[in-house]
């Protein structure tokens, strides 16, 4: 276990959000049938489970750009990239229009199911069409790809399809492969398909999601990508580790990041807004700027430079 303190005066330090979500509609389908609203920030599976999508101060059955850029300004984010996030259903035209909108602070992702039969057309309006930079995609068996079809291979035909189109149209991919221990948590095949394109920025969600305890698969993950146009997303790692603030352990697995690949890979991200139903937005980053497990430098490259780096350019 490392060393750990809170630094007691913090200055705010610059900070681009690259994983946040925007909702127009929630109309997502996942492994327990399709999810609809029911009002206050709720909504319910076909199965019957209830969850909290959002948090009921930030919206009833929608999160739309004005919230999230309330929530940057007050927390002195210079902008945003809008991920898609399956488990609401696919927002893409909602998130492209939010870009259009505001161009100086948010960019928008998008993402296609690869078994839709018309496909191309899709990618066409996406990527040509609209010109979106940013690929999403979400593999999970929870609401993700394999939520509702079977197994697909990570480094398979389907997927590698995928990755062919985001290199011809020069698109950052993020990739959300689920929790360790499921059919979709697929690393190793996830890594060799990467080798094959070089040229993509592949950004990998949630710091490949380690839940509680589980620093001995980080570890191997990190060993097997670390490779050259591979960076990690740490959105939501407070969560996925079910540790009270300051996050201990979550600082424990970024630290453990750095060492392996260097600070130049790990970007900030909130997860926002449905990691707020875990820990407040202030807290998804003050857990870093008031640790002394990392330097100051360290900091401003996880808080701001690497993403500034990445996506500054896609900033108008």
Known sequence: ????????????????????????????????????????????????????????????????????????????????????????????????????????????????????????????????????????????????????????DLNGDVMNEVYQMAQAHQLVCFMDIGRPGNNCYQVEALAEAIKKYPKIPFIICHLTAPQHEQMHILEENLKLLNLKNVYFDIASLPNNTKQPYPFYEAQDYIRKAIDIMGKQKILWGSDFPAAMNYCSYQEAYRYIEESTLFTEEEKEHILYRNAKALFGGLIS
């Open 1 to 152: 276990m490392e060393e750990y303190g809170i630094i007691e005066l913090v200055i705010a330090m610059k900070k681009i959000d690259v994983h946040t979500h925007l909702i127009g509609n929630i109309c997502g389908i996942g492994s327990e049938g399709e999810l609809t609203p029911i009002g206050g920030g709720k909504a319910i599976y076909a199965s019957g489970k209830v969850i909290q999508l959002i948090p009921e101060k930030y919206g009833d059955k929608s999160l739309t750009p004005e919230v999230l850029l309330s929530v940057l300004k007050e927390n002195d984010v210079e902008f945003s990239v809008c991920l898609q996030g399956n488990y609401a259903g696919f927002q893409n035209i909602y998130t492209y229009e939010a870009s259009l909108k505001y161009p100086d602070k948010l960019i928008s992702a998008g993402t296609y199911d690869p078994f839709f039969r018309n496909k191309q057309l899709i990618v066409k309006h996406l990527f040509d069409d609209l010109g979106i930079k940013v690929l999403k995609m979400e593999v999970s068996n929870g609401s993700g790809l394999m939520a509702n079809h079977p197994t697909v």
